[in-house]
């Protein structure tokens, strides 16, 4: 994220909810968001006082990302419950929530094209971070003529705040699938994900049937404050992380307290592809000793044995930290398309053995202890 000047004293009220009513005082000066994609773009005239806001999407960039202040959420009461909220809202029932915004998130040489999706839920369907959310798009099975689609799952992008910070939305990362003809090499609107394309091409205001929230295998573990967590992930698979990370970095929730370390791996095709980078950039400068982001750009770096750099070359770079910091406890997460594990799990093994080790076995432990977590559609 870049800023055009230090952030001054002067203070102002800034609308923070989807409706513009609730206010937070910020002291700034000075203030653009050079995203590719969303952010808010605020200018305060330092001669007349005067604060004009653009608002560019509703994804709700807060200002205070710009520095280690965080941001104040509501309602606190999303803190209180034991159980994991499961199936709320299940197929025959589900719940009719309401299209905020669509974003595209990707720039021009990005290969397709990746939507940031803000759902307003209305406090209806609350989740954790890590959960799923199913979506079913409407008109009719073609395989069950008279039934509806089937339910399509989403890993949920935000914290259970939602974007807009007041428990009421939640946010979904989409990557259109688009089907080309392999002989012609067109494009067939008949073979298009029917979901996605959907989601993709829905406007503020459009209804959006859901169900869940479902999943229990990404929760984020918050017993020990000073956890490792190792975040592995491909294109839309960085869903979950985002929603770990805004909890750990953006958000104040008093009984929350991370002071461990965060350590994310993105792999996408290039510099266009990558998802909420300045996001993940602004906690790499706020909180260097708690947050590790690595990059993996297939189509732009070449691993050490001068092929394609995948998220898979990038682990083994740190493989030797890595296998250390699991030995110690560290949570490990996977999420993203499942041709993604086996080169990861190939990769481990090779190290493993190197090291003397048998991966099975540790393998094994990692998946007793509970710090082997996959997610992969």
Known sequence: MALS?????????????????????????????????????????SKSRSLSVKKRSTICMSLQQASRSKVSVTPLELEDPKETPLNLYRPKEPYTATIVSVERMVGPQAPGETCHIVIDHDGNVPYWEGQSYGVIP?????????????????????????????????????????????ETGKEDPSKAGVCSNFLCNSKPGDKVKITGPSGKVMLLPEDDPKA????????TGVAPFRGYLRRMFMEDVPSFKFDGLAWLFLG??????????????????????????????SREEKNKKGGKMYVQDKIEEYSDEIFKLLDNGAHIYFCGLKGMMP???????????????????????????????????
């Not at 339910?151 to 979904?172: C, H, P, Q």
């Not at 490792?228 to 294109?235: D, K």
Request: net charge positive; proline share 5%.
């Open 268 to 297: 996408v095709a290039n510099t266009d592809s990558l998802l909420y980078d300045e996001e993940f950039a602004s906690y790499l400068k706020d909180y260097p000793e708690n947050f590790r982001y690595d990059k993996a750009l």
């Open 228 to 235: 490792t967590h190792i975040m592995i992930a491909t294109g």
């Open 138 to 182: 409407p008109g009719e099975n073609p395989k069950k003529p008279g039934a509806p689609h089937n339910v399509r799952l989403y890993s949920i992008a935000s914290t259970r705040y939602g974007d807009s910070f007041d428990g009421k939305t939640a946010s979904l990362c989409v990557r259109r699938a688009l089907y080309y003809d392999p």
């Open 343 to 377: 080169g990861i799990q190939d990769t481990l093994k090779r190290v493993a053995e190197e090291r003397g080790e048998s991966w099975e076995q540790k393998l094994t432990q990692l998946r007793k202890n509970k710090q082997w977590h996959v997610e992969v559609y």
């Open 5 to 45: 000047t230090p952030l001054s004293q002067m203070s102002v009220a800034l609308p923070t909810g989807l409706d513009g009513s609730s206010r937070s005082m910020i002291k700034v000066q000075s203030i653009s968001f050079t995203e590719k994609s969303r952010g808010l773009l605020l200018r305060l005239d």
